[in-house]
């Protein structure tokens, strides 16, 4: 359906196993809106088979919504949009991904919401080398959880974000605004973390506390 879809459409998935993995390229495939189920992200299930790299992955097309799905075991994230500007992750779950759940890079002005990602490799929720702007637009994370992983929301040159309404647990560390020194536009800046819950960040990922494997530091294999 992606494959055949034009700019603007709108995609409607139904409940169901999907061993699949979804790719969203170009500006041919702008605006294009992926719906699951909002109310129950986890009835529509992408599972990786084999290597799959990422559950749904959008690279350069502006204003794609991806609202109601949950992905799992992929090998790099579950959700990772990338060279764009827009975007909107809604109602998403990502769990047990290789290296983020929910990942942004290189984006300019996007929103986060009501979004869920555990049992990762590295960070639940990622946003990394936002590029400066002359007019900045901000990208909005809220009402998300980020549990039981090494990092509850990793950042690297993240800006103009704003993460509100959050909850950040069971995680080595909470939250960890810039955690790299290997993406472009340094330095972060002009971002805000208001109005969160961050707690219970004591989870040892060098011993493994169940279901996490031992590990010897907090990124993938």
């Not at 609202?67 to 060279?83: E, L």
């Not at 942004?104 to 919401?113: D, E, H, P, S």
């Not at 946003?127 to 990208?139: E, L, S």
């Amino acid at each position: 359906a992606v494959a055949k879809a034009r700019a603007g459409d709108t995609i409607r998935v139904r409940d169901g196993v999907y061993r699949e993995a979804v790719k969203i390229l170009g500006p041919k495939k702008r605006l294009l809106r992926l719906i699951g189920n909002k109310a129950h992200p986890e009835k529509v299930l992408l599972r990786a088979r084999g290597n799959m790299q990422n559950g749904i992955a959008v690279n350069a097309a502006n204003e794609v919504t991806v609202d109601g799905f949950m992905a799992r075991d992929y090998k790099s994230n579950g959700f990772f949009f990338t060279n764009l500007t827009g975007y909107t992750m809604n109602h998403l779950i990502a769990r047990r991904t290789g290296v983020y759940g929910l990942y942004a890079f290189n984006t300019i002005g996007g929103r986060i919401l009501n979004s869920e990602a555990y049992y990762v490799n590295d960070g639940a929720f990622y946003i990394g080398q936002t590029p400066p702007q002359a007019k900045p637009v901000r990208t909005i994370v809220s009402n998300v959880e980020g549990w039981g992983s090494p990092l509850g929301f990793s950042a690297t040159n993240m800006r103009y974000v704003t993460i509100t309404k959050s909850r950040f647990y069971n995680n080595a560390a909470g939250i960890v605004p810039n955690a790299l020194d290997s993406e472009k536009f340094p330095p972060p800046e002009d971002n805000a973390i208001v109005d969160n819950e961050i707690f219970w960040n004591n989870l040892n990922f060098h011993e493994g506390d169940p279901p996490i494997e031992p590990r010897d530091d907090g990124t993938a294999a």
